[in-house]
């Protein structure tokens, strides 16, 4: 059975064939996957807070210019918390816009400052944070549309108790602007439900950890493959900075160190650092030896294959979820 395309307000504002964003994915979220989840009708964010310089980002937006043949494809603006760490967020923006690239995510931080130079120079910036009242605030700024994850999301879901499905109907009775969900999403039949409640999209990560053009080692996807929905642990609930990750030795040892006393992130070394993921998880392919950012999700991974191939199949089952419910009603 051929079913049409779903079209929502979020299609229609990133120009795109499917309403599924994949996130921002730091050291992970560059051209390849990018592209690829591009090309199959869907958006992704490339995460400039990856690069190690400017130069190294704007090569890698031309890459996927190249690898998208001029379809449109997004940032991600990650910005941090700590005073200091968003000097080079402008660049970043500049860089972007420089390159043609029209289509923002942000995270992490107030959008204030992004909105102006996105909007200005005809850009569109979604904003995803983890509470209804972030996501009212950057409405009042201005953004474009709004993000709003759950508990279950992969990575910092920001010290909100609530799960994506609560959070998101919450968000609808008070949002104006186009709303995503996201944040354990990891089958068609969400995303079908998703748009049943109301939303215009779903943002996902984790269930795309296993896609061929994530460039992490096979050791890592073969882990989430075999993983189920317990794949995943909270770390640095007690530093107020929540963070859900792959549930593995260094996972437990930081788990441990919190149990212990530790409450600030140098107690933790280098165990909490993503260079560390990156050299040894992401390039040496040991998955216990650094965090890796995952939810639930992942076990929804049941193969390594295309990030094309996993948009088609998302999307297939979501359209199969949603004939289903209307001929419930005929
Ligand atoms: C490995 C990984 C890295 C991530 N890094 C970032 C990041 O740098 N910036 C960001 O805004 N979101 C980041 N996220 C969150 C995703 O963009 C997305 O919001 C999230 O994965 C959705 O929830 P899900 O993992 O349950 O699908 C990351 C997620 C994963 C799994």
């Known amino acids: 059975m051929t ?17 599924l964003l994949l996130g921002g994915m730091h050291h992970l979220g560059e051209s390849g996957v990018v592209a690829a989840v591009v090309n199959a009708g869907a958006m992704g964010f490339i995460t400039a807070r990856s ?12 890459r996927c210019r190249e690898l998208t043949c001029g379809k449109p494809f997004g940032v991600n603006l990650t ?20 390159e ?4 923002f995510e942000s995270a992490g931080n107030s959008p204030a400052d992004l909105v102006g130079p996105i909007q ?6 979604i904003h995803k944070c983890p509470s209804v009242r972030h996501a009212l605030s950057a409405e009042r700024l201005g953004v474009d549309a709004v993000a709003l994850v759950g508990l279950e999301e992969g990575g910092h879901p920001g010290a909100n108790k609530l799960s994506a499905f609560v959070n998101g109907a ?8 186009p709303l995503v969900i996201g944040g354990g999403i990891g089958s068609g039949r969400q995303i079908a439900a998703a748009l049943a409640m109301g939303a215009d999209g779903v943002v996902m990560g984790s269930r795309f950890m296993v896609a061929e053009e994530i460039i992490a080692h096979e050791a890592l996807k073969a882990r989430i493959v075999a993983a189920d929905e317990h794949c995943s642990v909270t770390i640095l609930d007690s530093l107020g900075d929540t963070w859900r990750v792959l549930a593995n030795d ?16 140098a107690e933790f070394g280098d165990m909490i650092l993503s260079a560390r993921t990156r050299e040894r998880v992401y390039e040496g392919g040991d998955v216990e030896a650094g965090i890796v950012s995952l939810g639930p999700a992942g076990g929804f991974a049941d193969r390594i294959e295309p990030a094309g191939a996993i948009v088609a199949r998302l999307m297939a089952d979501a359209r199969h979820a949603t004939a289903r419910v209307g001929a419930l009603m005929s």
């Open 3 to 19: 079913l049409a395309p779903f079209r929502t307000r979020l299609t229609d504002l990133f120009d795109i064939r499917h309403p």
């Open 51 to 62: 690069f190690a310089t400017p130069d190294a980002l704007r090569q890698d937006l031309r």
């Open 79 to 98: 910005l941090a918390r700590r005073a200091g760490h968003n000097d080079a967020v402008q660049d970043w923006i500049r860089i972007a816009l420089d």
């Open 100 to 103: 043609g690239v029209r289509h």
């Open 120 to 125: 200005r120079a005809g850009g569109v910036l």
């Open 170 to 177: 919450f968000a609808l009775e008070r949002i104006r602007v």
């Open 250 to 265: 260094t996972a437990r040892a930081v788990q441990q160190r919190e149990a212990q006393g530790a409450r600030s992130h």
